[in-house]
């Protein structure tokens, strides 16, 4: 006990830091790492530095420190992407990061601020990380994420929720999402940190009958979430699907995903993955967003086609898509659209586009 005192402590001197450290501690339950145990004790951590705060400034710069953290550790991948081109120094990418994230913090820091007001001008709970805090701080916090999802056409990337989500072969505590939905997962999330507050906070004072109560519930509470989270979810009933479908990953290296001399390469390759298993399946097929480098739609420049599409000719190229996955298929890949004015092509359009199995493009999504 006297140790945690000592820690909480220092904790309380260093503030600032301590947020920091938080937010990069929080970003280690997502994946690959999927620590997630480290994500609802850092947001405790958040929580209790928020509920301490003497003011409102200083709960939201606990926030934004967090966010600061939390953001630049989990958009790493963004800096990583810079080092598949060669316009720019590939260090760039770490200052996008940092800029983005310097950005993204103000959505916690809402979230701290939110609380905090909250619980100075609603609430009677003056506690350090009470009940009332911790619930009014996960509100905020759904607030902010939903904010942040649309705001300045929204960067919805990466919903703390997700930490939340088991392995491949189970749900964990996911499993609620059709009923709370993502927000809620969140929220969800950062009430799980909540508790643990209130469980470490109970331990630590209080008579000994109550600490060894808090203790036990806390030790069961965890076996419960841990086993949501690990195990097979075999308590679930199986269920089959109506509909068939057939999911595609190539495998194809970023370094050589925009080289045309490889393009057929890549076509065969995913072709080979995608012929249906018997003649006649009804299905859907899925191939990746980066799946067809081949302009599909009619109507573009011809020296477009000539550089970019199979034969140069893109109802060729929609037709031999069309049998790859058979007449009674129907397909699902991220294309690339351009935007034509007066003959030149201005600008250009990620796409999810459907195509038949006679090779029409039956709708799309830009």
């Given at each position: ?230 195990l097979p979810a075999s308590y679930l009933p199986p269920q089959t699907g109506g509909i068939a479908y057939t999911l595609v990953q190539p495998d194809v290296r970023q370094e050589n995903l925009d080289n045309p001399a490889l393009f057929e390469t890549h076509f065969l390759k995913t072709a080979r993955l995608t012929v249906p298993r018997k003649a006649g399946q009804q299905r859907v097929v899925f191939w990746p967003e980066s799946g ?75």
């Amino acid at each position: 006990m006297d140790a945690f005192r000592a820690l909480s402590d220092r904790v309380a001197a260093h503030p600032n830091w301590c947020a920091l450290l938080l937010g990069v501690i929080a970003a280690c339950g997502f994946q690959p790492l999927a620590l997630w145990p480290l994500t609802i004790i850092a947001v405790a951590g958040l929580v209790a530095l928020a509920a301490k705060a003497a003011t409102w400034k200083k709960a939201a710069l606990a926030g934004w420190l967090f966010g600061v953290g939390h953001f630049a550790l989990g958009n790493n991948w963004i800096a990583t992407a810079f080092t598949y081109q060669a316009e720019m120094p590939a260090w760039l990418g770490w200052i996008a990061v940092i800029l983005l994230s310097l950005f993204l913090a103000v959505y916690p820091a809402l979230a701290t601020t939110g609380a905090w007001l909250i619980r100075r001008y609603g609430s009677k709970d003056a506690g350090s990380g009470g009940i009332a805090f911790g619930l009014a701080f996960a509100g905020c916090w759904i607030l902010s994420e939903w904010v942040r999802s649309w705001l300045f056409t929204g960067f919805a990337w990466n919903p703390l929720g997700m930490i939340l989500l088991g392995g491949f072969d189970t749900q964990g505590v996911a499993l609620v999402a059709p009923w709370i939905g993502t927000y809620g997962l969140s929220g969800l999330a950062v009430i799980l940190s909540v508790l643990l507050l209130a469980l470490v906070q109970a331990i630590m004072a209080g008579p000994m009958r109550r600490r060894l109560l808090a203790g036990t519930a806390g030790i069961a509470a965890a076996c419960a979430l841990i086993a949501i989270m690990v195990l097979p979810a075999s308590y679930l009933p199986p269920q089959t699907g109506g509909i068939a479908y057939t999911l595609v990953q190539p495998d194809v290296r970023q370094e050589n995903l925009d080289n045309p001399a490889l393009f057929e390469t890549h076509f065969l390759k995913t072709a080979r993955l995608t012929v249906p298993r018997k003649a006649g399946q009804q299905r859907v097929v899925f191939w990746p967003e980066s799946g067809i480098p081949d302009y599909l739609r009619d109507g573009y420049p011809k020296y477009l086609y000539r550089q970019m599409t199979y034969a140069g000719d893109p109802a060729l190229a929609r037709q031999r898509i069309g049998k790859v996955i058979g007449l009674h298929g129907l397909l699902l890949t991220g294309t690339v659209d351009l935007v034509m004015h007066k003959g030149d092509d201005i600008a250009a359009r990620n796409s999810v586009t459907a195509i038949d199995g006679r090779g029409s493009i039956v709708a799309s999504y830009s």
